[in-house]
């Protein structure tokens, strides 16, 4: 099963000290296939980078960078106008999870989601 990550999630489970890795693990029986959109790296690189932004932030998305290397996730080009319409065209038609805590993005797709619950806890949808 392909799980393809979203900039949200990252942070999220980052700062949240949330071992999303292990926990889909547990509640998915397939072997997944971590997937992160080249633009997806992007946005982590800029973040980590931005003056202005929290510290946290920075911290969490130089860490997510680390992450996706540590999971060997397979990088992949998303086309769009921006990286959501690129992941809402990426994943049309396929049989890909999406891992967002983005309301707008969940809305958008007919999808299977991977979120979090109660802070700390994942749901597949």
Do not use: H
């Amino acid at each position: 099963m392909e799980i393809l990550l979203d900039t949200n999630f990252i942070i999220y489970c980052v700062r949240q000290k949330i071992d999303f890795f292990s926990l889909a693990a547990e509640i998915i029986d397939d072997k997944i296939e971590w997937v992160v959109p080249f633009e997806v790296l992007a946005e982590l690189e800029q973040i980590s980078k931005r003056t202005g932004e929290k510290e946290a932030d920075k911290l969490a998305a130089k860490i997510g960078l680390e992450m996706t290397k540590v999971i060997c996730a397979k990088i992949v080009n998303v086309k769009g106008k921006n990286v959501d319409q690129g992941i809402v065209n990426y994943i049309l038609d396929k049989d890909i999870v999406l891992a967002t805590l983005d309301k707008n993005l969940k809305r958008r797709i007919k999808n299977r989601i991977l979120t979090i619950r109660k802070f700390r806890t994942l749901e597949l949808l």
